[in-house]
């Protein structure tokens, strides 16, 4: 991941090497920034969109920014419950840089 922060706005670029092609996927980061609170959300170009939450924190000297994400995919059928459910996944990341 690659973040630039100016004023309160973040943004960058996020490659993965998790993805429905089981190879790397790349896609744009935007978000926001409050004191050491962020924000920052993925548009993949597979259909679907990961956003991200949490703290920047200094972790044994190190920067580090701790998050809990959410990603949801497009599904065919979205009256149906299970399928919406299926296409909302979540988990949480720690950053260091």
Known sequence: MNLQ???DNVTG???STVS???GTI???IT???SGRIISFAVNWPN???TAWV???VTEGG???IETLWHLATNTPNPADPNELWESVLAGADRFIR
Do not use: E, K, Q
Request: charged share 5%.
């Open 5 to 7: 922060i100016a004023g």
């Open 26 to 28: 790349s896609g744009p």
């Open 62 to 64: 190190l920067d580090a």
């Open 47 to 49: 259909a679907s969109i």
């Open 20 to 22: 429905s092609s089981g």
């Open 31 to 33: 978000g926001f920034v």
């Open 54 to 56: 949490g703290h920047m």
């Open 13 to 15: 670029t996020y490659t």
